[in-house]
């Protein structure tokens, strides 16, 4: 079984190293464009709190969690971040996304990921 794995997998790419598109197949065919509808730049904020008093984990929803759920339990915002994605199709088989974030609360723009 590892051997069919290995032997049908032979267009490996590092994903954090993508400098040329990779090569598709007949095979590659149905997946055509299947990104194509997430192409944008999408924008999103992530808010940062911290537990001013700590309960144990078993006494915690983590399914309906919101932001005003977050404030009945006193936490205290921390941070945020501001984060912008861009995605863009190259070809009908090869998206290209670039990932930025900043941290209004300290001006730090770490960089960008991409």
Excluded at 44 to 60: A, G, H, M, T
């Amino acid at each position: 079984m590892l051997f069919w794995v290995s032997s049908s997998c032979q267009n490996n790419s590092a994903i954090d190293t993508i400098q040329d598109i990779p090569k598709t197949t007949k095979e590659d065919q149905k997946y055509a464009s299947v990104f194509k509808i997430l192409d944008s730049l999408w924008k999103s904020k992530f808010l940062i709190f911290e537990d001013q008093n700590p309960v144990r984990k078993d006494q915690l929803d983590l399914e309906n969690i919101s932001l005003s759920s977050l404030q009945k339990r006193n936490l205290k915002q921390i941070n945020s971040i501001d984060v912008a994605q861009i995605y863009t199709s190259e070809t009908s088989y090869f998206q290209k996304g670039t990932i930025t974030d900043y941290y209004p609360n300290t001006g730090q723009k770490p960089g960008s990921l991409t």
